[in-house]
């Protein structure tokens, strides 16, 4: 299967993966190495002068996979962006999954500051992953202002409801044939994640679902296959599905049929 | 002079660069980044940025994020 590739890098396997919520350092550890995913989400939040943020570093930094630094929590423009260029210097990578939220119950994005702020990221050089609501038209606007990669939301940050609107998901993948395509939250189940990647998207970035499973190590192995399940199902050529049955087994040579006269 | 640290008012002397403050704080040897007065500082400025009574220092490594 083709491997997917961003900036010219490549990426293991579509599923990407949040680093966030795990019951230990050590069960996170286990969990990447089972889910072997394309790149992992990191933030930054303040650090004290006794380094806590260090180790965990140390922990990421021995996988080798490449990170996607995120902008997670901001609600304003100039946060977002000062937020990049810091993620940019201690991560080293010019990517940034930039969030720039509007409302505080949903964790919708604002699509407006998302437009001004992506508009402003992308003149100072960064690889915009813009987290998204599903809308049309927010992904033709991002994509004219540079954007190779969309990533719409599949619900809320979190709730685990899966593919809220696949009207809206496909409408996007059929609209937007060049476009890297990746369903970003809301995802809880396996199926859910085999659903996006049978819609034909590139890639699922997901976290809770993975880190408040049950048995997280699992849950990320899981994961992992039916990502790997739903594109090779996209690329097999899924059947329009029909109103009525169509008998698989030929009705030719039936045995103790009779024609009636 | 009184300077905010991640929202912690802190006393230092002047006159100091940032470099000296994040290094009088404990922040030798660290992945970090840090913004003034909500303005990202680049590394290599740090030895070259003065501060002043009143400023906003943000100091930020790496963490979980989904």
């Known amino acids: ?261 | 002079m009184i300077v905010t640290i991640n929202g912690q008012q802190t006393t230092i002397n002047p006159p100091l660069k940032l470099s000296d403050c994040l290094a009088k704080n404990g922040y030798r040897d660290m992945t970090i980044a840090v913004a003034l007065n909500g303005t990202f500082v680049p590394k290599g400025e740090h030895a070259n940025t003065a501060l002043n009574d009143g400023d906003d220092i943000e100091i930020v490594a790496p963490m979980q994020g989904g």
């Open chain 1, 1 to 261: 299967m083709k491997a997917l590739h961003i900036d010219n890098t490549i990426l293991q396997s579509r599923l990407f993966l949040g680093t966030a919520g795990y019951p230990s350092p050590e069960v996170l550890g286990w969990a990447i190495e089972a889910a072997k995913p394309g790149l992992l989400t990191v933030s930054l939040r303040r650090e004290s002068a006794a380094g806590k943020g260090q180790d965990f570093w140390s922990i990421i930094k021995g996988f080798n996979i490449p990170v996607l630094p995120n902008t997670a929590g901001c609600y304003g423009v100039e946060e977002a962006i000062t937020t990049a260029e810091m993620a940019r210097e201690v991560f080293k990578t010019n990517w940034i999954k930039l969030e720039v939220l509007g409302d505080d119950y949903t964790l919708q994005p604002d699509p407006f500051r998302l437009l001004e702020a992506t508009e402003q990221l992308i003149s100072k050089g960064f690889t915009v992953f813009p987290y998204m609501t599903d809308d049309l038209v927010l992904g033709e606007r991002l994509a004219a202002l540079g954007c190779d990669i969309l990533m719409p939301w599949g619900a809320p940050i979190g709730s685990g409801r899966g593919l809220n609107n696949p009207y809206a998901l496909k409408l996007l993948r059929e609209r937007m044939p060049g476009e890297t395509l990746v369903v970003d939250a809301g995802i809880g189940a396996p199926s859910h994640a085999a659903a996006a990647m049978e819609m034909g998207y590139d890639a699922v970035l997901l976290n809770t679902a993975i880190a408040k499973a049950t048995d997280p190590v699992a849950m990320a192995g899981a994961f992992a296959q039916t990502i790997e399940a739903g594109r090779a199902g996209y690329l097999a050529g899924i059947i329009e599905p029909q109103q009525s049955a169509s008998a698989s087994t030929p009705a030719i040579d039936k045995p103790f049929w009779h024609q009636e006269n």
